[in-house]
């Protein structure tokens, strides 16, 4: 059986919370129930969870494009309570929007031995896009459901969808 994983996006206090910087509103919220069953999922059948979290320093050159969120060490950068990380997950920080980008998720995918992956979270058309095209980059086959992604953009969030499916070709179901 191939090895999968399920890899969670920006699920963090600032996109997922009502207090936070760049709060995706209650369609995000909406997707918590969805993204837990598949986190348990995934689990219970041996499977890799890893959380993409943006992490950015103060500073960052992306605050010149959206308001600062996500910083380093701070609540608004915390996964939140609802999908806390198990001990045998993996978290990983990432400064950009690809969670390929500087981080070290494709050295994971190697060495965990996955073939397949899901991707669930945040921002459709953004976070959870860019690194959808680069997992079909590096040849792995992608499911995205619907069920577990969202934007603040809704027409955004439409034509993510429709790219990642039809240029990407990933299983958008």
Known sequence: ?????????????????????????????????FIKQRIQTYRDNGDLVIYMTDSHDVDDKEFDKFQKHAVTGTWGNEIIPELAPAPEDKVIPKKRYSSFYGTDLENVLKTSNVEMAEVVGVCTSICVMDTVGDLVNRDYPVTVPVKGVADFDQEAHEFALKRMKQIYGANVQ
């Open 1 to 33: 059986m191939a090895k999968k994983a399920l890899i969670v996006i920006d699920m963090l206090n600032d996109f997922i919370h009502e207090k936070g910087a760049l709060f995706c509103g209650n369609n995000a919220r909406d997707k918590i129930p």
